[in-house]
């Protein structure tokens, strides 16, 4: 009998991952190394260091919202086929949590915000005494995943280290490049404007290194709903400081905050959508801002025009 349920089992597993979508790890990698990744940035990251020597299969795709997002039968059978496994962690997949740590056992399974000195990272209070995960949003913090990602393909296959270090060279002088891109961004807002109200609190990071201040409706992590007095509290502090947009985010709904919208308006002051940001999750494959480097450039931009406003775009461009 006993018996007989492992193979349901099994054949239950060979069905489900039968109709799912996701590349097959050991399917095409022939002789690659077999890398699964949980977000996207890290994927982007990955493919970037590893280049032609990895097969690189991540688990969540655009629009997918890492703290909600739980494993699927499927995605343990590419994570126990998996050669390396990379993550964000300081609880940013925490419904992964038991998963990853049972995989650690049998394969190198890396958080890649370990490399992180801890004094760089944020503890905001209401999020009970842990880090805030959304590091990626500071291009300077990023770059430290980079290494670590770099550190440890070389480590686990040495006789490609000079090519991964090459890859990652490149790679991270376009980073910084793109920290310098975003800082000449922001300064083109003046100071007292430069506030970012969005769906949940991801751009903490981005707030500190940019000089944002920054008001997320939900908290660090999205499984907490807000609740009508959140919604209260922030439309009466946009309509306070006459902020003149807010921004949704590709992986949140966006109901929550059309209400905001709608609280704002009650109170006499309109406020715009601004556009949507990609938080914590890229977009499509195959646009810019399917990489990391694409949703970054189109997060300062978008914030940027909707704060300044199309018109002071251009004349700031003229002169
Ligand atoms: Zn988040």
Redesign the pocket.
């Known amino acids: 009998m006993q018996r007989l349920y492992i193979s349901l089992f099994l054949i239950g597993i060979f069905v489900y991952t039968g109709c799912d979508p996701k590349q097959q790890p050991d399917a095409s990698a022939g002789d690659k190394l077999r890398v699964v990744t949980t977000v996207g940035m890290i994927t982007d990251v990955v493919k970037n260091v590893g280049g032609e020597r990895v097969a690189v299969t991540g688990l969540m795709g655009p629009g997918v919202d ?2 909600l997002y739980k494993a699927s039968a499927g995605d343990v059978q590419r994570l126990t086929s998996a050669q390396l496994i990379f993550y964000n962690g300081l609880h ?1 997949e925490s419904k992964m949590g038991d998963i990853l740590a049972k995989m650690s056992g049998n394969t190198k399974t890396v958080a890649v915000t370990d490399a992180v000195d801890r004094s760089l990272l944020l503890t905001p209070p209401e999020f009970e005494g842990q880090y805030d ?2 590091l990626w949003f500071d291009v300077t913090l990023w770059i430290k995943a980079v290494e670590k990602i770099r550190d440890t393909l070389s480590e686990f296959d040495p006789d490609n280290t000079r090519m991964y270090w090459t890859n990652a060279e490149r790679y991270l002088a376009k980073l910084a490049e793109l920290h310098e891109y975003v800082k000449a961004q922001a300064e083109r807002v003046p100071s007292e404007q430069r506030v970012l109200v969005t769906a ?1 609190d ?1 751009f903490n990071y981005f707030g500190k290194a940019y000089g944002f201040e920054v008001h997320g409706l939900q908290g ?3 499984a907490t709903e807000a609740g009508i007095a959140d919604v209260q509290e922030l439309a009466a502090f946009i309509a306070e400081r006459r902020i003149p947009a807010i921004f949704v985010e590709s992986s949140v709904s966006s109901r929550s905050l059309e209400a905001v919208r709608a609280a704002v308006n009650a109170k006499g002051f309109d406020v715009k959508i601004g556009g949507e940001l990609f ?2 999750a890229m977009g499509d494959d195959g646009t810019p801002e399917g990489t990391y480097i694409g949703m970054v450039r189109h997060n300062i931009d978008t914030i940027v025009t909707a704060l300044i406003g199309e018109a002071s775009t251009r004349s700031m461009v003229e002169h």
Do not use: Q
């Open positions: 890492p703290h940013l995960p959304h949940h991801a660090i992590s999205t938080s914590d």
